[in-house]
């Protein structure tokens, strides 16, 4: 059936501006990483795609070699994006990546500019667009020169083919250096990507100061920590849809005694404040103001509306902050 878009979609979300851009983006955006493959229903991931939009969730996040396999996530959306949201293309912000491997050789990974254009190219396709809103180089690159990592991005930009660039996982020197090499350009550093959550809270004294003061945004991925910051195995177990159980990214080693205290803890603060644990952990990452958007994944539309909720709740006071500091990893 024709997607119509509900009516109230901008009713509910929030909206915060991209460091010192003119660019807004949900408070709550939606990333592809995982279920988008091959390996899921499209039904599914179209009924995702669909509830994320009616909720205000504008932002859908990708890279080349989201899958599995590589490059199907693109495929997925492309399809699906061509039957449900052509009409509403200059409502969407939809990005994606390259510098994690990509193709066999010496040019499908890292940060050459033959690897990025060319990728960005075959994204491109595969997605059925004529740009991106957003191209990031997925990951610094020690080999090659920073200003021509930045020069392809740049260029990017001046063949029309991204409106926006971003940097994910730089370090906060490396993040200057890239600022400095898009600048030559006059192409600002829209935004960066880190990984952020209670348990992965490396970005707090180093990198956030730095962006604030370059006023570039930052969207946070695996806030939930791939699941581990929600009830998914809080009793222990491993169920055999999980990604614990279903994906090479996430080991079931991690669900130690430790692990467990740690969320049985959070959990528990969640539950007096009337939200799950889930929603706790996207409630926490939004007290940071340096913080843009937080970057979720979702395996059902239950789990997406869950988590959206989460923007509902008040925020954390002083003395709920503190009690979530011992369950917090540092
Ligand atoms: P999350 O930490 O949000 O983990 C998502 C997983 O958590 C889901 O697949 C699901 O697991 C579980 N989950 C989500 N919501 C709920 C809920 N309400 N209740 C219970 N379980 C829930 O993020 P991801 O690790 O998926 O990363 C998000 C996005 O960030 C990616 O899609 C990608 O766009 C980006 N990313 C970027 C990287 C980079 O290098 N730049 C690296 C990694 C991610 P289950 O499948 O078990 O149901």
């Known amino acids: 059936m024709t997607f119509v878009a509900a009516e109230n979609r901008y009713s509910e979300m929030t909206y915060r501006r991209t460091g010192r851009s003119g660019l807004k983006l949900p408070a709550l955006s939606l990333g592809l990483w995982h279920n988008f493959g091959h390996d899921r229903p499209t039904d599914t991931q179209r009924a995702i795609l669909r509830r994320a939009f009616d909720l205000g969730v504008t932002h859908f996040d990708l890279a080349n070699n989201y899958g599995p396999p590589y490059g199907s996530a693109e495929t ?176 079931s080693d991690v669900l130690t005694d430790t692990y467990l205290e740690r969320v049985r803890g959070l959990n528990a603060i969640a539950a007096e404040r009337g939200q799950t644990l889930a929603q706790l952990a996207v409630t926490w990452i939004l007290r940071q103001r340096s913080v843009t958007s937080v970057l979720v994944g979702a395996s059902s539309v239950g789990q997406l509306e869950q988590t ?18 011992p369950f917090a990893v540092h």
């Open 308 to 325: 959206v909720a989460a923007l509902d709740a008040p925020a954390l006071t002083p003395d709920e902050i503190a009690a979530i500091e």
């Open 76 to 251: 997925n959306f492309g399809r699906i994006f061509a039957e449900d949201f052509r009409p509403y293309r200059d409502e969407l912000v939809i990005s994606t990546k390259a510098g994690y491997d990509m193709w066999p050789g010496p040019y499908g990974d890292f940060g050459s500019r033959k690897y990025l254009l060319s990728s960005l190219d075959a994204s491109l396709g595969r997605l059925g667009l004529d740009y991106v809103d957003i191209f990031y180089s997925h990951r610094p690159d020690p080999e090659t020169p920073i200003e021509e990592t930045m020069g392809a991005l740049a260029s990017a930009v001046q063949q029309g083919k991204a409106l926006y660039v971003g940097i994910s996982s730089y370090t906060p020197e490396q993040t200057r250096a890239a600022a400095a090499a898009l600048a030559e350009y006059n192409v600002p550093l829209l935004i960066h990507q880190p990984r952020y959550s209670m348990f992965d809270r490396h970005v707090e004294d180093g990198l956030f100061p730095v962006l604030d003061e370059l006023g570039v945004g930052s969207i946070c991925f695996s806030p939930l920590a791939q699941g581990l910051l929600t009830d998914r195995y809080l009793s222990g177990n491993v169920p055999s849809d999980s990604r614990a159980a279903t994906s090479r990214f996430l080991s």
